[in-house]
């Protein structure tokens, strides 16, 4: 390289190091409020930033970089929901030791408002959803997924089979996702 291509490389790298410097943080803060686990939205930060960096390079400048991190990280986000969606519940084998759903569609509450008010909202529409619910569907959700309340100690309450209250609990839960998926979509792309 002679003199003037690694003056210009020097210049592109101090350039770079100063808008990454500039944005890392406030990526950082918007990964967070997404990703609960630290190493996970580190990992989605050093995506982000290796992806600016190698459109720097090639240069691509990039107008605003801050919306284009945020777009990136955004993107990635929506990649490892995506990856790590689980089956839904009703395609689960459903047992006693299984997590509670609701603790499941609520974000971590982590004490930021943003997150107090998706609790919220989302709280409001599985109100609403439950509602919807027919009786016996609705008792087997309420009493499992609320109550605590094991498909076994059902059946013995209610003299329903167990068979009869796994049917009706997976079809709540199909019911609640459908109803639920449009908040939860909504929700992804802020």
């Known amino acids: 390289m002679d003199a003037v291509a690694i003056s210009n490389r020097m210049s592109q790298d101090r350039q770079i190091a100063a808008l990454v410097l500039r944005e890392r943080d406030r990526l950082l803060r918007f990964i967070r409020r997404r990703i609960d686990d630290a190493s996970e939205a580190e990992d989605i930060l050093q995506e982000a930033l290796t992806e600016l960096v190698a459109a720097e390079r090639l240069a691509q400048p990039i107008e605003q970089a801050g919306a284009w991190l945020m777009r990136v990280a955004r993107n990635r986000i929506i990649d490892r929901f995506r990856r790590k969606r689980p089956l839904p519940l009703a395609e689960q084998a459903v047992d006693a030791d299984e997590e509670r759903m609701l603790e499941e569609l609520l974000p971590a509450a982590d004490g930021t408002p943003e997150t107090a008010a998706m609790r919220a ?56 996702r459908a109803h639920l998926q449009t908040v939860y979509d909504e929700w992804l792309a802020e």
């Open 121 to 176: 909202v989302l709280l409001e529409e599985i109100e609403a959803a439950l509602a919807a619910l027919p009786p016996e569907q609705r008792e087997v959700f309420i009493a499992q997924e609320l109550d605590g309340l094991t498909f076994r100690e059902l059946a013995e309450r209610s003299g329903v089979s167990i068979n009869t209250l796994l049917s009706r609990k997976r079809y709540a839960v199909r019911q609640l």
